[in-house]
């Protein structure tokens, strides 16, 4: 049994009441309007598309704009909430950012403008996670007394982890950075979302473009591609703390790329959605197991930082998704997106075998 299962089963019950509960929901809430904001994004990237009269290269350097936002405050976004302890000032600052930069999409003009909100939009994005992550990661007994009263006492709440030193932290930070068992777990995630990245690019075009779908047919199949992970999610992480993370990712990979390859074969676009339910079951299961087996391998005092070396590696790997793709669709039509797509997340189960085994079996 790892800690963390025997943590959970020895929590108190205050942990279950709605003074305890009522962060955990609005952190929840806000986190997913910074989800909404991106796949808006996405499902106007067709239109986008069509209307600037670009080619599946231009559209996905549209997508790789936003990657760069992500690289750009991947990494400092995680050391300035260990160094400053400041995560709800840092999650506020992130909203709004993701606020203004959606909203400038409808306003300006020009391929080069347009890049630049997306941009802003991949920053904005980015900075919620290291935050909020770092939070949600206290101990199970600390959750019950510190999301109780977090809300009014602030960042500076005595329960969360102890700051260190300058000179502790980047010591701790670049021998973390160094482990080559480390690099596989980045490179892994990594190439989970780089598989991720390219979906949500260019099935909307793929359903647009190739199966001839309307918006509102195409944004059913998003919709099931999302439904599909909200099932899944909940049940992958009650099975990864009882199991282990391992076997969940190696089966939601392994199964992701058994379904992206066989959506090559599905031209009947009833048919063709209800594979794409099943492709987001087992494609968003892995997520949140992925980033709580991040927190089970990094020391309390530097989660944040390591969140965000996970996800500057997956931001760097996504952003060359989107451009790959283009040049593949532009040469070889989009089909050929998903024999690359189902390539990469082949490769991370691969990684994913090669991470050696922590001292709670991980």
């Known amino acids: 049994m790892s800690a963390e299962t025997a943590a959970a089963q020895t929590a108190p019950f205050p942990l279950r009441s709605v003074r305890t509960q009522a962060p955990i929901m609005l952190v929840s809430l806000a986190h997913g309007s910074t989800h909404w ?55 506020i600052v992130s909203l709004l950012l993701c606020t203004v930069s959606l909203a400038a999409l409808g306003i300006v003009t020009g391929f080069a403008a347009l890049c630049a909100c997306l941009g802003l939009l991949g920053v904005a994005n980015v900075m919620w996670h290291p935050a909020a992550i770092s939070w949600l990661s206290l101990a199970c007994i600390a959750c019950a007394v510190a999301l109780g009263v977090f809300l009014v006492r602030g960042d500076s709440d005595a329960s969360m982890p102890r700051r260190p030193s300058a000179k502790a932290y980047w010591s701790g930070l670049a ?19 780089l598989t991720q990245t390219g979906l949500l690019a260019f099935l909307p075009l793929y359903l647009s473009h190739d ?34 993370r391992r076997p969940i990712v190696l089966a939601g990979m392994g199964s992701t790329t058994i379904v992206v390859i066989a959506l090559t074969f599905v031209r009947n676009p009833m048919i063709y959605v209800a594979c794409v339910s099943i ?6 299961a892995t997520r949140p197991v992925i980033q709580s087996w991040q927190m089970d391998r990094s020391p309390p005092q530097l989660v944040a930082s390591m969140t965000s070396a996970m996800f500057t590696v997956q931001a760097l790997m996504s952003a060359t998704a989107p451009l790959v793709g283009g040049l593949l669709a532009d040469r070889f039509g989009l089909i050929s997106v998903f024999y690359f797509l189902a390539a990469s997340v082949l490769a991370a189960n691969f990684l994913c075998l090669a991470i050696p085994k922590t001292e709670h079996g991980e």
């Open 37 to 91: 904001v991106v796949a808006t994004f996405y499902l106007l990237l067709p239109s986008l598309s069509r209307g600037l009269g670009l080619d599946y290269t231009e559209t996905g350097f549209l997508v790789t704009s936003l990657f760069i936002g992500s690289i750009i405050a991947n990494l400092p976004s995680g050391i300035l909430v260990d160094l400053t302890g400041r995560r709800i000032g840092i999650q």
């Open 175 to 193: 021998q973390l950075l160094r482990d080559p068992a480390q690099w596989s777990f980045f490179l892994m995630a990594g190439c989970r979302t």
């Open 211 to 244: 199966l001839g779908l309307s918006p509102f047919a195409m944004g059913l199949a998003m919709m099931a591609l999302q439904l599909g992970g909200l099932v899944a999610t909940p049940f992958a992480g009650i099975l990864s703390d009882r199991i282990g």
């Open 279 to 284: 492709l987001g079951f087992f494609m968003y």
